[in-house]
Protein backbone atom coordinates (compact mmCIF):
# COMPACT_ATOMS: atom_id res chain seq x y z
CA UNK A 1 0.00 0.00 0.00
CA UNK A 2 1.00 3.23 -0.59
CA UNK A 3 0.69 6.05 2.22
CA UNK A 4 0.51 10.14 1.36
CA UNK A 5 1.70 11.39 4.82
CA UNK A 6 0.64 15.14 5.39
CA UNK A 7 2.45 17.01 8.89
CA UNK A 8 2.76 20.26 10.06
CA UNK A 9 6.23 20.96 10.08
CA UNK A 10 10.22 20.01 9.16
CA UNK A 11 10.52 18.29 12.80
CA UNK A 12 7.34 16.21 12.49
CA UNK A 13 8.76 15.26 8.45
CA UNK A 14 12.02 13.89 10.07
CA UNK A 15 10.52 12.22 13.40
CA UNK A 16 8.08 10.40 10.91
CA UNK A 17 10.90 9.66 8.47
CA UNK A 18 12.04 7.75 11.47
CA UNK A 19 9.15 5.84 12.51
CA UNK A 20 7.35 4.90 9.49
CA UNK A 21 10.43 2.30 8.59
CA UNK A 22 9.60 0.86 12.37
CA UNK A 23 6.02 0.85 11.72
CA UNK A 24 5.53 0.41 8.10
CA UNK A 25 9.05 -1.87 7.31
CA UNK A 26 11.25 -1.37 5.12
CA UNK A 27 10.23 0.96 2.28
CA UNK A 28 9.02 -0.89 -0.33
CA UNK A 29 8.79 -4.52 1.06
CA UNK A 30 5.41 -3.51 0.40
CA UNK A 31 4.60 -0.46 1.76
CA UNK A 32 5.56 2.86 0.17
CA UNK A 33 4.83 6.46 1.35
CA UNK A 34 5.59 9.86 0.94
CA UNK A 35 5.59 12.55 3.51
CA UNK A 36 4.78 16.64 2.71
CA UNK A 37 5.55 19.11 5.69
CA UNK A 38 3.75 22.20 6.02
CA UNK A 39 5.18 25.37 7.29
CA UNK A 40 2.51 25.42 10.18
CA UNK A 41 -1.03 24.40 11.25
CA UNK A 42 -3.16 27.04 10.99
CA UNK A 43 -6.66 26.82 11.27
CA UNK A 44 -9.43 25.41 9.20
CA UNK A 45 -11.15 27.89 7.11
CA UNK A 46 -14.82 29.11 7.96
CA UNK A 47 -17.22 26.87 5.31
CA UNK A 48 -14.75 24.62 4.37
CA UNK A 49 -14.09 27.36 1.15
CA UNK A 50 -11.18 29.28 3.19
CA UNK A 51 -9.47 31.48 -0.02
CA UNK A 52 -5.53 30.67 1.51
CA UNK A 53 -2.17 30.99 -0.65
CA UNK A 54 -1.11 27.67 -1.16
CA UNK A 55 2.54 28.88 -1.69
CA UNK A 56 2.58 29.91 2.30
CA UNK A 57 2.03 25.67 2.60
CA UNK A 58 -0.40 25.95 6.00
CA UNK A 59 -1.85 22.78 6.62
CA UNK A 60 -5.32 23.17 8.14
CA UNK A 61 -5.59 26.01 5.84
CA UNK A 62 -5.35 24.38 2.38
CA UNK A 63 -6.48 20.93 3.77
CA UNK A 64 -9.69 20.95 2.30
CA UNK A 65 -8.71 21.72 -0.69
CA UNK A 66 -6.04 19.17 -0.34
CA UNK A 67 -8.02 16.23 0.28
CA UNK A 68 -10.58 17.04 -2.64
CA UNK A 69 -7.35 16.99 -5.02
CA UNK A 70 -6.14 13.37 -3.54
CA UNK A 71 -10.38 12.22 -3.74
CA UNK A 72 -9.47 12.72 -7.19
CA UNK A 73 -6.05 11.36 -8.01
CA UNK A 74 -5.94 8.36 -5.80
CA UNK A 75 -9.38 7.39 -6.63
CA UNK A 76 -9.15 3.64 -7.60
CA UNK A 77 -5.11 3.02 -6.23
CA UNK A 78 -5.72 1.60 -2.81
CA UNK A 79 -3.91 4.41 -1.25
CA UNK A 80 -4.45 5.99 1.57
CA UNK A 81 -3.78 9.84 3.08
CA UNK A 82 -2.55 10.64 6.79
CA UNK A 83 -3.04 13.86 8.61
CA UNK A 84 -0.80 14.26 11.51
CA UNK A 85 -1.22 17.05 13.30
CA UNK A 86 -0.95 18.42 16.71
CA UNK A 87 -4.07 19.06 18.99
CA UNK A 88 -2.16 22.02 20.92
CA UNK A 89 -4.84 23.28 23.06
CA UNK A 90 -7.72 22.07 21.26
CA UNK A 91 -10.77 19.77 22.22
CA UNK A 92 -9.82 16.71 20.89
CA UNK A 93 -13.44 15.46 20.10
CA UNK A 94 -14.27 18.92 18.27
CA UNK A 95 -11.15 19.58 16.72
CA UNK A 96 -11.42 15.87 14.99
CA UNK A 97 -15.09 16.29 13.99
CA UNK A 98 -14.06 19.21 12.31
CA UNK A 99 -11.16 17.12 10.53
CA UNK A 100 -14.08 14.30 9.48
CA UNK A 101 -16.29 17.27 8.31
CA UNK A 102 -13.85 17.90 5.80
CA UNK A 103 -13.37 14.36 4.70
CA UNK A 104 -17.20 14.16 4.68
CA UNK A 105 -17.81 16.74 1.75
CA UNK A 106 -14.69 15.32 -0.56
CA UNK A 107 -16.51 13.93 -3.59
CA UNK A 108 -14.94 11.48 -4.22
CA UNK A 109 -13.54 11.04 -1.04
CA UNK A 110 -10.08 9.68 -0.58
CA UNK A 111 -9.05 6.96 2.50
CA UNK A 112 -7.54 9.31 4.84
CA UNK A 113 -6.37 8.48 8.30
CA UNK A 114 -6.44 11.61 11.06
CA UNK A 115 -4.09 11.72 13.87
CA UNK A 116 -3.77 13.88 16.84
CA UNK A 117 -0.43 13.90 18.82
CA UNK A 118 -0.98 15.20 22.34
CA UNK A 119 -0.29 17.98 22.97
CA UNK A 120 2.44 18.06 20.32
CA UNK A 121 4.55 15.77 18.58
CA UNK A 122 7.28 16.13 20.85
CA UNK A 123 4.79 13.46 23.43
CA UNK A 124 5.87 10.75 21.18
CA UNK A 125 9.50 11.76 22.03
CA UNK A 126 9.42 11.93 25.80
CA UNK A 127 7.26 8.68 25.47
CA UNK A 128 10.78 6.97 25.45
CA UNK A 129 13.08 8.76 27.76
CA UNK A 130 15.57 5.50 27.28
CA UNK A 131 16.13 6.48 23.37
CA UNK A 132 16.87 10.24 24.53
CA UNK A 133 19.13 9.50 26.87
CA UNK A 134 20.97 7.37 23.77
CA UNK A 135 20.79 10.57 21.96
CA UNK A 136 21.54 13.21 25.02
CA UNK A 137 23.58 11.39 27.97
CA UNK A 138 23.41 14.52 29.61
CA UNK A 139 19.38 14.65 29.60
CA UNK A 140 18.32 16.42 33.08
CA UNK A 141 16.42 13.50 34.31
CA UNK A 142 14.16 15.15 36.91
CA UNK A 143 12.89 17.75 33.82
CA UNK A 144 12.23 14.24 32.20
CA UNK A 145 10.84 12.78 34.90
CA UNK A 146 8.31 15.69 35.71
CA UNK A 147 6.73 15.17 32.34
CA UNK A 148 3.03 13.94 32.39
CA UNK A 149 2.76 11.94 29.29
CA UNK A 150 0.02 12.80 27.01
CA UNK A 151 -0.58 15.96 29.00
CA UNK A 152 -1.39 19.60 27.81
CA UNK A 153 1.55 20.88 29.57
CA UNK A 154 4.13 23.02 26.78
CA UNK A 155 5.58 19.73 25.83
CA UNK A 156 7.82 20.89 23.61
CA UNK A 157 8.94 23.00 26.67
CA UNK A 158 9.50 20.39 28.36
CA UNK A 159 11.56 18.87 26.74
CA UNK A 160 14.12 21.86 25.94
CA UNK A 161 14.28 22.48 29.84
CA UNK A 162 15.76 18.70 29.79
CA UNK A 163 17.94 19.36 26.35
CA UNK A 164 18.48 22.75 25.94
CA UNK A 165 21.40 24.60 28.03
CA UNK A 166 19.15 27.21 30.04
CA UNK A 167 15.82 25.19 29.30
CA UNK A 168 12.78 26.55 27.58
CA UNK A 169 13.23 29.91 28.06
CA UNK A 170 16.93 30.35 26.88
CA UNK A 171 15.61 28.65 23.36
CA UNK A 172 12.61 31.27 23.25
CA UNK A 173 14.63 33.67 23.76
CA UNK A 174 16.62 33.29 20.62
CA UNK A 175 13.30 33.23 18.72
CA UNK A 176 10.86 30.99 16.63
CA UNK A 177 13.53 30.04 13.53
CA UNK A 178 16.38 28.38 16.65
CA UNK A 179 13.46 26.60 18.14
CA UNK A 180 12.37 25.02 15.32
CA UNK A 181 15.97 24.34 14.47
CA UNK A 182 16.10 22.38 18.05
CA UNK A 183 13.06 20.55 17.26
CA UNK A 184 14.36 19.25 14.08
CA UNK A 185 17.52 18.58 15.93
CA UNK A 186 15.68 16.51 18.51
CA UNK A 187 13.52 14.49 16.59
CA UNK A 188 16.52 13.28 14.16
CA UNK A 189 18.63 12.18 17.29
CA UNK A 190 16.21 10.63 19.20
CA UNK A 191 13.53 9.21 16.38
CA UNK A 192 15.98 6.44 15.21
CA UNK A 193 16.39 5.31 19.06
CA UNK A 194 12.43 5.41 19.45
CA UNK A 195 10.94 2.06 20.45
CA UNK A 196 7.69 1.82 18.64
CA UNK A 197 6.49 -1.33 20.51
CA UNK A 198 6.65 -0.11 23.76
CA UNK A 199 6.27 3.88 23.54
CA UNK A 200 4.03 4.60 26.34
CA UNK A 201 1.86 7.51 24.48
CA UNK A 202 -1.29 7.15 23.84
CA UNK A 203 -1.51 9.69 20.80
CA UNK A 204 1.48 7.43 19.65
CA UNK A 205 -0.12 4.00 19.59
CA UNK A 206 -3.23 5.17 18.10
CA UNK A 207 -1.52 6.61 15.39
CA UNK A 208 0.64 2.92 15.03
CA UNK A 209 -2.37 1.05 15.41
CA UNK A 210 -3.85 3.24 12.64
CA UNK A 211 -1.34 2.42 10.31
CA UNK A 212 -1.26 -1.02 11.04
CA UNK A 213 -5.10 -1.41 10.51
CA UNK A 214 -4.99 0.45 7.02
CA UNK A 215 -1.64 -1.82 6.11
CA UNK A 216 -3.21 -4.77 6.74
CA UNK A 217 -6.89 -4.21 5.30
CA UNK A 218 -5.93 -2.35 2.44
CA UNK A 219 -2.61 -4.02 1.22
Not at 24 to 53: M, Q
Not at 118 to 133: F, P, S, T, Y
Request: aromatic fraction near 8%; charged fraction near 25%; hydrophobic fraction near 40%.
Amino acid sequence: MHFEVLVEDASGELLLGALLPKILGKYGNPHTWRTHAYKGIGRIPRGLRGKTDPWKRIILDQLPRILAGYGKSLQGTGSAVVVVVDLDDRDCVAFKQELLEIHRRCRPRPNVLFRLAIEEMEAWLLGDKNAIIKAFPRAKWNALHSYRQDSICGTWEMLADALFPGGSAALKAQGYPRIGEEKCRWASLIGPHLDVQSNPSPSFRVFRLGLLKLADTEA
